[in-house]
């Protein structure tokens, strides 16, 4: 069963900086969709970017692009989420999430198998 646990969400004024964590254990399958999604409070919940473990593709919602990256740790099975600029329209709960379809990935739906249970992200004006 894989299992992902996040970790680095908070509070940061609008045009700071936060990066979430998120520990991945018990992958079955060498290669892997992983990404973060979010859902704010009455909306539905968003793909943010996704990344294949190997590296070989990575996919950014057009709201965060150029602002968030997402990159991997191989060594530590840790895939992070680099967020820079940010905007109040970026607070939500943040979720780590993976999937053995690596077809998931390009699409940024939320139709994972397996997910975190969520970081808090508040971005003040």
């Known amino acids: 069963q894989v299992q992902l646990v996040e970790s680095g969400g908070g509070s940061a004024q609008a045009g700071g900086s936060l990066r979430l964590s998120c520990a991945a254990s018990?992958?079955?399958?060498?290669?892997?969709?992983v990404g973060w999604f979010r859902q704010a409070p009455g909306k539905e919940r968003e793909g943010v970017a996704t990344?294949?473990?190997?590296?070989?593709?990575?996919y950014y919602a057009g709201s965060v692009k150029g602002r968030f990256t997402i990159s991997q740790d191989n060594a530590k099975n840790t895939v992070y989420l680099q967020m820079n600029s940010l905007k109040p329209e970026d607070t939500a709960m943040y979720y780590c999430?993976?999937?053995?379809?690596?077809?998931?990935?390009?699409?940024?739906?939320?139709?994972?198998?397996?997910w975190g249970q969520g970081t808090q992200v508040t971005v003040s004006s």
């Open positions: 999430a993976a999937d053995p379809k690596l077809w998931s990935c390009g699409t940024l739906s939320p139709d994972f198998a397996y």
């Open positions: 018990g992958y079955t399958r060498s290669r892997n969709c």
């Open positions: 990344m294949i473990t190997d590296s070989s593709g990575t």
